[in-house]
Nanobody, 115 residues
Framework: QVQLVESGGGRVQPGGSLRLSCVVSASRFRIWTMGWHRQAPGKQRELVASITPGGTTNYVDSVKGRFTISRDNAKNTVYLQMNSLKPEDTAVYYC?????????WGQGTQVTVSS
């Protein structure tokens, strides 16, 4: 069973930065397009960023220019660098494939942006 372990969240002031990490326990990691998803209170989970095995990235408009997704295939790890954070970025952040195909989601990591 694939395990997803997210870390790096926390509480920051608007304009601050955080770097999230997700370790994926799967030998097929290197061939998957991975994504970071988030779910804010009372809202549906949304995909905010994705990265192909070759490193092509995509972002939802609300985070373009502020977030950067990357991966280290040797470490089975995907990262999300978040800069210029806004209160509306507050959510629990999860990693999974772009389509959310791994059925056992991790516990996520809470990001709170507040002054």
């Amino acid at each position: 069973q694939v395990q997803l372990v997210e870390s790096g969240g926390g509480r920051v002031q608007p304009g601050g930065s955080l770097r999230l990490s997700c370790v994926v326990s799967a030998s097929r990691f290197r061939i998957w397009t991975m994504g970071w998803h988030r779910q804010a209170p009372g809202k549906q989970r949304e995909l905010v960023a994705s990265i192909t095995p070759g490193g092509t990235t995509n972002y939802v408009d609300s985070v373009k220019g502020r977030f950067t997704i990357s991966r280290d295939n040797a470490k089975n790890t995907v990262y999300l660098q978040m800069n210029s954070l806004k209160p509306e970025d507050t959510a629990v952040y999860y990693c999974n494939t772009r389509g959310g195909d791994i059925t056992s989601w991790g516990q996520g990591t809470q990001v709170t942006v507040s002054s």
